[in-house]
């Protein structure tokens, strides 16, 4: 099991570009998630799913967009990427019963 | 608005001495909360977790208590090594319309020497 993949593992965009970050389960979960990590800080929600079709926002989702069309895939879309987005980008699945969440190896992204 | 935190940004400890290291919560209707470690570059790992209705939970070498008197949880490490270098998180799970959610504390940088 590969169990939370992420894609690409890191980006440098200028501002005002586009991109996409995929991020793809292989454990059947119900739920996945998108978190950015700034420095010195914990990991905070930007956009979650709890189910196929769905989405909502978590904390600071201003800037981001997603979109979840299989229940395997979890997409985190910037549309005009800003320098304040230059983070780390950790996206995670859970399921009801199971303990924990997994969480990717994150994508780190730099705007300039 | 509620958060999870944690006591202390950094801890430095000598190999082989146990590790303490703490967390305060403020959402009592909490009842599922987790320690995660993460390593430089990497995402966050699962070590241990706790539900509210358990006081101590214990796993190889590490143990969390909970204390919902006083919104607080802790998680020890025994015989801590090298390989104990890392950030630790604590989570709390939260209810978030048709499902849950995690929300961190800001970290603490766990640092030993041998």
Not at chain 1, 76 to 103: I, K, W
Not at chain 2, 60 to 80: D, E, G, M, P, Y
């Amino acid at each position: 099991n590969a169990g939370v993949t992420q894609t690409p593992k890191f980006r440098v965009l200028k501002t005002g570009q586009s991109m996409t970050l995929l991020c793809a389960q292989d454990m059947n979960h119900e739920y996945m998630y998108w978190y950015r990590q700034d420095p010195g800080m914990g990991l905070r929600l930007i956009h979650y799913s709890v189910g196929e079709g769905t989405t909502a926002k978590g904390e600071v989702p201003d800037g981001y967009n997603v979109s979840r069309l299989k229940k395997q895939n979890f997409l985190l879309g910037l549309e005009s990427a800003a320098p304040s987005q230059t983070s780390v980008y950790f996206c995670a699945s859970n399921t009801p019963g199971v303990a924990g969440y997994t969480f990717g190896s994150g994508t780190r992204l730099t705007v300039v | 608005g509620e958060s999870v935190g944690l006591h202390l940004p950094t801890l430095s400890v000598q190999e082989g001495d146990n590790s303490i290291i703490n967390c305060a919560y403020s959402n009592s209707a909490s009842d599922y909360f987790i320690w995660y470690k993460q390593e430089s570059g990497k995402g966050p790992q699962f070590i241990i977790d706790i539900r509210s209705n358990m006081d101590k939970r214990q796993g190889q070498r590490v143990t969390v208590l909970l204390n919902k008197t006083v919104k607080h949880l802790s998680l020890q490490i025994a015989a801590t090594q090298p390989g104990d270098s890392a950030v630790y998180f604590c989570a709390e799970n939260i209810y978030i319309q048709a499902g849950t959610a995690l929300i961190f504390g800001k970290g603490t940088t766990l640092s030993v020497s041998s």
